[in-house]
């Protein structure tokens, strides 16, 4: 158990709302990242962060923002939600001392844009 | 092409029965491997690293081949609490930070 925790773990909403997802762990993991998980595709990383008020992007960053204000909590925000934004979302994180970079995973939250 | 692929099976194999998974990756500069498992509307689990000189867990065996850019996991004696989707993943140092990439998955269900 890597102690993450997201919220909300279900979440309906319309097109055009914003929309703010949190993970928060409790062993003070330097890296977290938040994915997203589609049919047919692996998980795509969206955004993370290398410390306090370090983010960057990845590979699917468009029509999302993040914040971490404080080790435990990074939030992931869609400032106006779409369907195309319907998806899981998997907050992650890295234990910096493992050498192979394995990174482990908090419980999802399934959104539904409609 | 992507970066990581997985025949999505689903592989159906009765209890007791030894079942391989094959995944290839494109970038030969990956630098670590792993099998994740990942159960139905659950978050992925690491269930191991993958080694350059092969390793074992039990049941479960990985196998790495550099040269050819393919990974392989090979499960015995199957179990049906084996049933679940297994995800390849390789890492790779790209724009200044390690990065993993997922394969989209092999589903194994075994049955009774």
């Known amino acids: 158990d890597a102690g993450i925790t997201q919220s909300p773990r279900h979440k309906v909403t319309e097109t055009g709302t914003p929309v703010t997802l949190r993970c928060h762990q409790t062993?003070?993991?330097?890296?977290m990242y938040w994915y997203r998980q589609d049919p047919g595709h692996g998980l795509r990383l969206i955004h993370y962060s290398y410390g306090v008020k370090d983010t960057d992007k990845g590979e699917v960053s468009d029509g999302y923002s993040v914040s971490r204000s404080k080790t435990e909590d990074f939030l992931l925000t869609l400032e106006s939600a779409t369907s195309s934004q319907t998806s899981v979302y998997f907050c992650?994180?890295?234990?910096?001392?493992?050498?192979?970079?394995?990174?482990?995973f908090g419980p999802g939250t399934r959104l539904t844009v409609t | 092409r992507k970066e990581v692929e997985q025949d999505p099976g689903p592989f159906n194999v009765p209890e007791g029965a030894t079942v391989a998974f094959n995944c290839t990756y494109s970038?030969?500069?990956?630098?670590?491997f792993f099998w994740y498992r990942q159960d139905c509307r659950k978050e992925p689990k690491l269930l191991m690293s993958?080694?350059?000189s092969g390793n074992e867990d039990g049941r479960f065996t990985a196998q790495l081949n550099r040269a050819s850019q393919y990974i392989s996991l090979l499960i015995r004696d199957s179990k049906l609490s084996d049933s679940a989707t297994y995800l390849c993943v390789v890492n790779i140092f790209s724009g200044g930070y390690n990065k993993l990439i997922f394969g989209a998955g092999t589903r194994l269900a075994v049955h009774p």
């Open positions: 970038n030969s500069a990956s630098q670590s």
């Open positions: 062993e003070n993991h330097r890296y």
């Open positions: 992650a994180i890295s234990r910096s001392s493992g050498s192979n970079h394995e990174q482990y």
């Open positions: 993958v080694y350059s």
